[in-house]
T-cell receptor, first 112, second 109 residues
Framework: NAGVTQTPKFRILKIGQSMTLQCTQDMNHNYMYWYRQDPGMGLKLIYY???????DKGEVPNGYNVSRSTTEDFPLRLELAAPSQTSVYFC???????????FGSGTQLSVL | GQNIDQPTEMTATEGAIVQINCTYQTSGFNGLFWYQQHAGEAPTFLSY??LDGLEEKGRFSSFLSRSKGYSYLLLKELQMKDSASYLC??????????WGAGTKLIIKP
C-alpha cells in the first residue's frame, strides 16, 4: 500500500517556466489537497477536491491550477513560475472531510 | 480572522516530559489535530480531539478545552527521535483546516 505518492521531490525552475507536480493516492480517498509550507508559517491550502471532477480554491490559489479527472490523481500545475512560489509543496488525502490527512513526501521547489 | 498560536521552539531533556500548548481563534470548531513533522519529511498524524478532555495514546496525550480555545500535546519519556516539529490544526465550521506554524521541539541528552 503506497499511500500518497508525490513527484518530483526536488525541482528548480526559472522565472516564467511551467511545471506540474504529480500526486496519486491508492487509498480510494475522496478528498485531496495541495498545501504549501513556508518557513515560520502554517500550511496554506492551495486547492482541494472532494471527488473526481470537482475542485475548489483554497486560501492561496493564485498562480496555480488543478484537475481531478480520476479519484486517484490530483496534479498541481504552476504556470509562469515566480520567486514567490518557492516553497515546499505537500499533497494530502482523506476519506472524508472529518478524518485525518495522509501526506505525500513533499516537493521542494525553488524558482530562480 | 482565524488564528492558531503555538510556541516557536521548545527544548527538553531525554527522558523528561514536555507540554506543547496551542490556542486557537476560529470561525467554528469541528475538531483539533496534532501532527508530527520531522525535518525534511511530511507531517504524520498524532492525535485528534473533538470533545473536551484528555486523549491518551502511549507516550503521547492530547487535551482539549473548547470553551478556552486551548489544547496541549503532552509527550512523556522523551526520546531523541521525538525531536521534530509539532503542528496544531483546527477544523473550522466550513471543515477547512487552519494550521499553526508549528513548534520545533529539541531534545537534549
Amino acid at each position: 500500500n503506497a499511500g500518497v505518492t508525490q513527484t518530483p521531490k526536488f525541482r528548480i525552475l526559472k522565472i516564467g517556466q511551467s511545471m506540474t507536480l504529480q500526486c496519486t493516492q491508492d487509498m480510494n480517498h475522496n478528498y485531496m489537497y495541495w498545501y504549501r509550507q513556508d518557513p515560520g508559517m502554517g500550511l496554506k491550502l492551495i486547492y482541494y477536491s472532494v471527488g473526481a471532477g470537482i475542485t475548489d480554491k483554497g486560501e492561496v490559489p493564485n498562480g496555480y491550477n488543478v484537475s481531478r479527472s480520476t479519484t486517484e490523481d490530483f496534479p498541481l500545475r504552476l504556470e509562469l513560475a515566480a520567486p514567490s512560489q518557492t516553497s515546499v509543496y505537500f499533497c494530502a488525502s482523506s476519506y472524508t472531510e472529518n478524518e485525518k490527512l495522509f501526506f505525500g513526501s513533499g516537493t521542494q521547489l525553488s524558482v530562480l | 480572522g482565524q488564528n492558531i498560536d503555538q510556541p516557536t521552539e521548545m527544548t527538553a531533556t531525554e527522558g523528561a516530559i514536555v507540554q506543547i500548548n496551542c490556542t486557537y481563534q476560529t470561525s467554528g470548531f469541528n475538531g483539533l489535530f496534532w501532527y508530527q513533522q520531522h525535518a525534511g519529511e511530511a507531517p504524520t498524524f498524532l492525535s485528534y480531539n473533538v470533545l473536551d478532555g484528555l486523549e491518551e495514546k502511549g507516550r503521547f496525550s492530547s487535551f482539549l478545552s473548547r470553551s478556552k480555545g486551548y489544547s496541549y500535546l503532552l509527550l512523556k519519556e522523551l526520546q531523541m527521535k521525538d525531536s521534530a516539529s509539532y503542528l496544531c490544526a483546527v477544523r473550522d465550521s466550513n471543515y477547512q483546516l487552519i494550521w499553526g506554524a508549528g513548534t520545533k521541539l529539541i531534545i537534549k541528552p
